[in-house]
């Protein structure tokens, strides 16, 4: 036995001394192509889906110049990532264009190099220079660096042909791309291809002591071939940015030891404002704040912020309200989403203990503090505690959240979590004591949760619970998810979101997908049923919709269906948002509608979508129609036209009701480092006219000038309700 170890390193050796990440044997895969198999000292053990797909980084003997341009010897004798597979239209085969990938690295950072070949005619797509540009809108590279070897997240890094970035956080199959790292990137367009250089420096990284090993995919989205690619195979049905589907880097030698990692980012802001609705004087502020980053090893960071400010943050958009329950805004902020996961994965979508956008809706976010990091190779530990400044009608509160993580089996881990809000200078408090089980299987085919929660005030009443549970199978053709949720009449998380309470949910999905890959790429039929009851098992209410989808080659796709909808109303409530007149509790209506959806190929400049339903509504009837029409001068000009129209129909004593949501937008990219936006919301349903303008400059890496201008004015006269300018400053020291 001793001797075979002693031949599997020398082979090992060998083999990297040669540069090549190719093996000794190569076999079939399930699809009956050949699989590159390789054995190296570094990957016994190593149980992963690509197992078998490794590539061996070598050490930087000099230096290299991003310009696009390959002529370094460090380039010359990378090993080489070739023979990509396709992911999507289907997942067996080659692309029709070749690409080809290269890492290496120095003391400092991580060196990656892609060559991708394009002889079809044709421009190549890139909507703008804009940073975290829309994946399904522009050629482009994606990378995934699993540095924990965890198989759930991952960081990943890119570029499109404009040199535009791409970075940000992959938790399980969603990205996070609201995450900015010091990265740098350039592109090289030739007439056959294209050449992305890209510098990430171990700072922005997070990885284990002694690291040698990572888990790694590159990816490729060809539009002009309407191919999606990748090294390691992914199944079709998977992002190409899984983790559960990334191969094998081994760095020849250790990444750099950790070191305490000190980073500074003060801010200057001046900014004028005044409320003409409540008869203000104009008034003018100035303010200075910082966000402070301690790197204490690779894996662990203290983040800490005094008086930050949000006013550079990228505006909402605004939706119609037809529900009887509260709309979810996503979080944008940047303090709030490194390892976002570890606080914000808890529950399921509607029932979530903590919500950060929570924290200074209300009042000013004075200063707070958040520990994240992983303890060994299996434990994850947060946590946050910020404070909120006192206003008029709000004392200072205290939010504390404590989060731990377990991994267990390969995939799944056991989390729980403890949320704190106290107010200053009172009793009243609000908890909430969360206990997740996240089940994934090694191949991602089973996914699920688990959870219970409970929540505690003064009093505690009974009743404060919430508990759920979901399993989803997902192979090529067939998807298939059961739902179950729980939530006490008394469940409070006032730092969650948690969409209604008092009820008991089962909602069964089901989507067979057939991929003949021809005229028609993929097409099927899906079943949604979603049915609320009372804890007494009366129904409450349901939505049951069935459909089918196809999908075209070019991706251009259609949806139709119907939906049979059920509401018994616990609360008196107006559809309408903006009457006197209300349906009165206790009532119970029945209605159905037909909603049918076209979402063109987003290869042609001018692309969209296009939604419509028409049917009952309650005791009258409805009809809405939605589209998102955009226009691109690339990689320049982007123009958007958002439209949401709702004719409402009701008896007496409703009147009928017409609203427009119509919000154009023009983005303006002058290069990748200087954005001009310009967002206007009309919004006829709650009287608001929104006018957003916002300029930034990354003068230097995660460095900006921004200058923001906000108007908002009354919908129907056009008298202006309030208005903001504000210029900040950031920069990001080290």
């Not at 044709?122 to 660096?145: A, C, H, P, Q, W």
């Not at 303010?287 to 662990?300: M, P, W």
């Amino acid at each position: 036995m001793k001797s075979l170890k002693n031949l599997i390193i020398a082979l090992s050796i060998s083999l990297i001394s040669w540069g090549s990440v190719y093996a000794q044997d190569t076999r079939s895969n399930e699809n009956g192509e050949e699989s590159v198999q390789i054995v190296l000292a570094d990957t016994v053990g190593i149980n992963i889906q690509n197992k078998n797909f490794v590539y061996v980084a070598k050490k930087m003997k000099g230096e290299i110049t991003l310009d696009g341009v390959l002529d370094e010897e460090d380039w010359l004798n990378a090993n080489q990532m070739e023979n990509f597979r396709l992911v999507t239209p289907v997942d067996s085969g080659y692309p029709y264009q070749k690409s080809t990938g290269m890492i290496t690295y120095d003391d400092k950072a991580l060196y990656i190099a892609t060559i991708f070949y394009d002889t079809i005619p044709g421009k190549r797509i890139m909507e703008s220079f804009r940073r975290d540009y829309r994946f399904n809108y522009n050629d482009n590279l994606l990378t995934v660096f699993d540095t924990f070897r965890d198989q759930t997240n991952a960081y990943t890094f890119g570029s499109s042909p404009s040199g535009a970035i791409w970075d940000g956080i992959v938790t399980g199959s969603e990205t996070n791309l609201n995450w900015d790292s010091k990265i740098e990137v350039e592109v090289k367009n030739y007439s056959d291809k294209w050449i992305t250089e890209i510098k990430v420096p171990f700072r922005s990284l997070r990885y284990p002591k002694d690291s040698k090993v990572w888990y790694v995919n590159f990816g490729r989205l060809d539009l002009k071939t309407n191919q999606k690619s990748a090294w390691a195979p992914v199944p079709r049905q998977f992002p190409h940015a899984s983790p559960a589907y990334t191969g094998v880097l081994i760095f020849d030698e250790p990444l750099p030891e950790p070191r305490l990692n000190f980073s500074l980012i003060p801010y200057v802001l001046g900014g004028y404002h005044r409320d003409f609705e409540a008869n203000e004087e104009a008034g003018y502020r100035k303010s200075f704040g910082f966000d402070a980053k301690i790197g204490f090893t690779t894996s662990t960071n203290l983040d800490l912020t005094y008086n930050p400010d949000f006013a550079q943050v990228e505006v909402d958009q605004q939706q119609m309200n037809l529900d009887r329950f509260e709309l979810f805004f996503p979080e944008k902020r940047q303090f709030f989403l490194e390892n976002q996961d570890l606080f914000s994965e808890y529950g399921q979508y509607d029932i979530t203990p903590f919500f950060s956008r929570r924290i200074g809706l209300d009042a000013p976010v004075l200063g707070g503090a958040r520990f994240t990091g992983k303890i060994g190779n299996d434990f994850r530990l947060g946590f946050m505690h910020m404070v909120t400044d006192q206003t008029s009608m709000m004392p200072t509160r205290n939010y504390s959240v404590l989060s731990m993580q377990q991994k267990i089996f390969s995939r799944s881990n056991i989390s729980f979590m403890f949320v704190n809000k106290e107010y200053s200078g009172s009793d009243q408090f609000n908890r909430v004591a969360a206990l997740d089980y996240n089940m994934a299987s090694n191949n991602n085919v089973w996914t699920g949760k688990f959870f219970y929660h409970r929540s505690f005030r003064p009093g505690n009443p009974d009743k404060q619970y919430a508990q759920g549970a979901y399993i989803n199978y997902n192979k090529r053709n067939i998807k298939l998810e059961l739902r179950q949720a729980a939530v006490g009449k008394n469940f409070l998380a006032e730092t969650g979101y948690v969409r209604r309470n008092n009820y008991i949910l089962f909602n069964p999905e089901a989507q067979y997908t057939f991929v003949p890959n021809k005229l028609v790429v993929a097409h099927g039929p899906f079943i949604d049923m979603e049915a609320y009851y009372s804890h007494e098992y009366e129904k409450l209410d349901h939505v049951y919709e069935a459909g089918y989808f196809v999908n075209f080659d070019g991706n251009t796709t259609v949806t139709t269906g119907i939906s049979d909808n059920y509401v018994k109303l616990m609360e008196d409530f107006d559809p309408t948002h903006v009457s006197n007149v209300y349906l009165p509790a206790g009532s119970e209506y029945d209605f159905l509608l037909w909603f049918g959806r076209i979402e063109t190929s987003p290869r042609r400049p001018l692309n969209g979508t296009l939604q419509y339903s028409k049917g009952e509504f309650f005791n009258g009837h409805g009809d809405m129609i939605e589209t998102n029409i955009a226009y691109r001068y690339q990689p320049y000009i982007n123009f958007s036209l958002n439209t949401v129209y709702t004719n409402l129909r009701l008896p007496q004593p409703f009147t009928n009701q017409q609203f427009w949501l119509v919000g154009p937008k023009l983005d303006i990219t002058f290069s990748p480092k200087v954005y001009l936006t310009t967002f206007v919301q009309y919004n006829e349903q709650v009287n608001n006219t929104n006018v957003n303008i916002r300029l930034q400059w990354r003068y230097k890496p995660v460095s900006d000038l921004f200058i923001v201008y906000t108007d908002n004015y009354f919908a129907d006269t056009r008298d202006v309700r309030n208005r903001a300018l504000v210029l900040k400053l950031t920069y990001w020291w080290n």
